[in-house]
């Protein structure tokens, strides 16, 4: 059907377009792989006579892509060698369900419809099934590709990221089966359906919104881990009432303006949140530093609340710190802290919210931990943290979790945001704004920040729910219930003192209920069952 060259060019092309078509690399490339990448592929293949030989070209293929797209996995600066074998497994693994895959797309000019959508929803059952591995591995799932595009991206409302990857494998089937009968009208039904849902949506909802805002600070601290905390070497480390300096100074250009809501990463600042660590006086030099005149009206304030000690060897905790920071203000304030539940015996990685005046903040525990940093999945992994001074680990949290304010707010942690159920439990519980606290540290000078951005980008159309975003380093910013970006910090290089600072955004608040905040992955994933049911019965039980 074709020559060697030609079906070694198309290996090749369609490599170089799903590989870098992703938002977070070439976005008009990932318009071109949400229709014909993966067809592309399998028209490559289509001359391999023997299953067992497509299923290796689909694995070699997939797990290569997958290396592309996970690249910022191999950064060893924090990590350590170790994570390499664990990259290795993953595109392996990735490489290994697309092989399968490959082995059953049929050697045949006639490919039936049902043959099409039973082969799309075994795609999207394997890309399910991963969440389900350890803490579940979320990060590159083939819808990701319909995310380069504000239009094309309006469909994750219908039926959430795993109904665009199964819009995307269907697309391109459809794609594989138009070049071989040489009909492609449906296919460009498929291929345009994102774009034009996407506008409709658009259109509708914007003349529905009735222009309330939020007034948001978002701080992005830009602390290295040694920096953060005496990580491998103390010579690094910034003090933490050095750390409460540089985040009091980047907010006081700000306290001028009404603000609703002020945004802190995950795990902001050392220390647990209620340890008193801190002297009341040193406190108090640093207050009056930095906000001055304005200082003393703060310390009235204080006294009339009951929140204040004037005892200079009081010591005070990082809750006392962000309390104040409320009631100066007069704005709520979320921000990431650890947290020793002396009553239960267990730490949590958490997020806490302030309101001005009030003296017991909400706390939210994070449910999705990190393997081997945050807990420990197997035995083995223990002696691997120890090597990088972990010792202490976290308890996962039960619950999704309302924060009340002027919005319902619910709050993620991380990589929580890459969670598509996750995050819909906090919709289903009535919240009207996500905010999102992360630290991508991790990984210096990696795409990590943009995918885990899009990511953010995709739980908000899902929810017809705005997102906030404050990143230690990473991208901080807001984004609308459509999933358009209204802000986000900007950066003038890769220097702590470059990506440093504080974002002031004015936040549409208009949310609306999609069909995904209301049916979920459920819908997707039992269709996606029940047609591969039937498949099996078809070409393997009979």
């Not at 949400?34 to 028209?43: C, E, K, R």
Request: hydrophobic letters at 45%; charged letters at 20%.
């Amino acid at each position: 059907m074709k020559s060697k060259l030609q079906s070694i060019l198309l290996f090749f092309l369609s490599f170089f377009i799903c590989a870098f078509g992703q938002p977070a690399r070439i976005s008009f490339l990932g318009i071109v792989a949400a229709a014909v990448g993966y067809g592309l592929f399998f028209i490559s293949v289509y001359d391999l006579s023997k299953r067992s030989k497509r299923f290796l070209a689909g694995l070699i293929w997939f797990t290569l892509v997958s290396s592309v797209q996970l690249s910022w996995m191999i950064s060893i600066k924090y990590m350590g060698m170790s994570i390499i074998l664990v990259y290795f497994f993953i595109i392996l693994g990735l490489g290994a369900q697309f092989g399968l895959l490959t082995s059953l797309v049929p050697k045949k000019r006639d490919v039936s419809f049902f043959e099409i959508i039973a082969l799309a929803s075994l795609w999207t059952l394997f890309e399910w099934s991963r969440v389900y591995f350890i803490s579940g591995f979320t990060w590159n799932p083939i819808g990701l590709h319909l995310a380069s595009n504000s239009l094309s991206m309006g469909s994750a409302a219908l039926f959430g990221v795993y109904g665009l990857s199964f819009l995307v494998m269907l697309t391109n089937l459809f794609g594989y089966k138009a070049f071989l009968r040489k009909k492609a009208f449906l296919f460009l039904g498929l291929a345009l359906f994102p774009y034009f849902f996407g506008y409709l949506n658009q259109v509708i909802h914007d003349s529905r919104n009735n222009g309330d805002t939020l007034s948001a600070l978002l701080v992005q601290t830009a602390l290295k881990p040694e920096e953060k905390e005496p990580f491998q070497t103390r010579e690094s480390f910034i003090p933490p009432t050095e750390q409460w300096y540089r985040i009091l100074s980047s907010l006081k250009a700000n306290e001028n303006r009404k603000v609703d809501l002020i945004v802190m990463p995950e795990v902001a600042l050392p220390v647990s949140a209620f340890r008193n660590y801190y002297y009341y006086d040193t406190f108090s030099a640093v207050w009056r530093e930095v906000f001055q005149k304005q200082a003393e009206n703060d310390f009235e304030l204080f006294r009339q609340t009951g929140f204040f000690d004037e005892n200079s060897d009081a010591r005070i905790s990082n809750v006392f710190w962000a309390q104040s920071l409320s009631d100066h203000f007069g704005a709520e304030v979320i921000l990431g802290l650890d947290d020793y539940d002396h009553e239960e015996g267990k730490s949590y990685n958490s997020a806490f919210h302030f309101r001005p005046r009030e003296k017991v903040p909400s706390r939210y525990e994070k449910r999705v931990l990190v393997p081997v940093s945050e807990y420990i999945p197997f035995d083995w992994c223990a002696r691997v943290a120890k090597r990088y001074g972990i010792s202490a680990f976290f308890t996962p949290g039960n619950d999704a979790k309302i924060f009340h304010g002027k919005v319902p707010i619910s709050t993620s942690i991380c990589y929580e945001e890459t969670y598509s159920d996750l995050i819909r439990e906090g919709r289903i519980n009535g919240a009207k704004l996500f905010v999102n606290v992360t630290n991508d540290g991790w990984f210096p000078n990696t795409n990590l920040p943009k995918q885990h951005f899009y990511h953010g980008i995709l739980r908000s159309v899902e929810n017809g729910v705005p997102v906030l975003r404050a990143a230690n380093t990473g991208i901080t910013g807001g984004i609308d219930s459509l999933g358009r970006v209204q802000k986000t910090l900007e950066v003038k290089g890769t220097h702590p003192e470059k990506i440093r600072g504080c974002l002031h955004v004015d936040l549409p608040l208009y949310s609306y209920q999609t069909l995904y905040s209301q049916v979920g992955d459920g819908f997707i994933i039992g269709f996606s069952m029940i047609v591969f049911v039937f498949y099996l019965r078809r070409n393997v039980l009979i």
